[in-house]
């Protein structure tokens, strides 16, 4: 069964993108057949895939817009191992005239019917903002992953984005779920980030992954080159907290997978 996982949070520069292009590349190295669904105009997913953003025939505005089909869009990020719907500054427009849409919210989630039994994994980039792109990428999803800095202004917003899933859950999507909080750029010597884990901890407990993601170089270095971290430096830090935390999303799954079946 498929299992679609939106990364999302409000903040810029918390490492949604970072995260989303890293995990669908650990997951395909697990040899899971692997969607990266691109729903920020930047297109920094899109790009940091090794697709050209500026050389599409078909993106998932189109897609959303019903002016493709979501199979018509999808291009294959042969370096990562995945496929990608990709995504350009045309998904800005599309924002706007979605709000006119019936069923607006629905369209990212209809589109991805038609791939679903073709991956094992789709996972959804957002855009920083609770906006219309992010609604449909959360109304697609059984879960949320939500990357967060370890700093003073990290816990500021997440009510609001809470609230955004609580609210998806009740009216249109009640399978989703907060999957996990993950730490991003941590740095341990630094006592804020100490803290401010702590406390993510406390609030949340074992929703918060044991996987920590450091502050790492080559981390930064790759996208610049169209490659996964672990194309770019397998044997980096980051890489090895990537490959940990797709190991820790597995087990997770397979652990919900149990408890139910036991049901």
Do not use: W
Not at 47 to 62: A, E, F, R, T
Not at 151 to 161: C, D, I, Q, R, V
Not at 196 to 207: A, I, K, N, T, Y
Not at 257 to 262: E, I, L, N, P, Q
């Amino acid at each position: 069964m498929t299992r679609t996982i939106t990364i999302a949070n409000q903040k810029g520069g918390v490492g949604k993108t970072t995260t989303t292009v890293n995990l669908a590349a650990a997951l395909a190295a697990t040899r899971r057949r692997v969607l990266l669904v691109d729903m920020d105009p930047q297109g920094n997913a899109t790009m940091g895939s090794g697709i050209d953003k500026n050389d599409l025939q078909y993106s998932v505005c189109d897609v959303l817009l019903g002016e493709a089909s979501a199979g018509q869009a999808l291009r294959h990020a042969t370096e990562a191992g995945y496929d990608v719907l990709p995504a350009n500054a045309d998904l800005t427009a599309a924002e706007v005239q979605l709000m006119n849409k019936i069923g607006r919210e629905k369209q990212l989630s209809l589109a991805l019917d038609t791939l679903r039994d073709s991956y094992d994994y789709i996972l959804i980039d957002c855009p920083p903002a609770l906006n219309m792109l992010t609604v449909n990428a959360l109304v697609a999803a059984d879960g949320v992953v939500i990357p967060m800095q370890c700093e003073y202004f990290a816990l500021e917003g997440l009510s609001s984005l809470l609230d955004t899933i609580e609210q998806i859950r009740v009216s249109v999507n009640p399978d989703i779920r907060i999957e996990g909080l993950l730490r991003t750029m941590y740095d341990s010597r630094n006592n804020l980030s100490n803290d401010v884990s702590s406390e993510l901890v406390e609030h949340f407990g074992d929703r918060v992954y044991r996987t920590v993601i450091p502050r790492n170089v080559a981390l930064a270095e790759a996208p610049s080159f169209g490659l996964s971290i672990l194309k770019y430096d397998r044997n980096s830090r980051g890489s090895m907290a990537y490959l940990a935390l797709a190991g820790e999303v597995l087990r997770r799954e397979a652990k919900q997978k149990h408890h139910v079946g036991a049901q």
